[in-house]
């Protein structure tokens, strides 16, 4: 068994009915900086469970279990993309960053485009040209 870096958090998730309180706790791999995991339960179980219960049932998922254990890298990308509606442009963008990586060979390398377009430098022009910044990651 190998030992890694993890953190838990634990969350109260808001909801406008009271009666309905839930807990979510999640863990994290530092190493590859990915929730893998996260379990809700109720208010009530969650009290029990850290009062000594076991066992308690909850809804609960898994995900990115591929990347626990690895490092992830990231790097920082800009590239050329076409004039569009304002709306349109994250699609458009995100569709660019994936054809970006295929052309410069990074996407058999692992390396994907992030998908969150929000900040205010995330587009630019310059010389009558239309650009979007973007995030790249892969875990190795």
Not at 68 to 93: N, Q, W
Request: aromatic share 8%.
């Amino acid at each position: 068994m190998e030992n890694l870096p993890m953190s838990l958090t634990i969350s109260r998730v808001c909801s406008s009915n009271r009666e309905e309180d839930i807990i979510r706790v999640s863990i994290r791999d530092e190493t590859s900086s990915t929730n893998f995991t996260e379990i809700q339960l109720s208010l009530a179980d969650f009290a029990l469970c850290v009062t000594g219960l076991s066992c308690m049932k909850g809804e609960g998922s898994v995900r990115n279990l591929d990347r626990v254990g690895k490092r992830m890298e990231m790097e920082h990308i800009s590239f050329e993309i076409p004039d569009c509606l304002y709306e349109e442009r994250k699609e458009v963008a995100k569709k660019h960053g994936d054809k970006y990586l295929v052309d410069k060979g990074l996407s058999r390398s692992g390396w994907i485009v992030s998908d969150s377009f929000n900040s205010q430098n995330s587009f630019y022009n310059k010389d009558d040209k239309h650009y979007a910044r973007a995030t790249i990651r892969r875990w190795v």
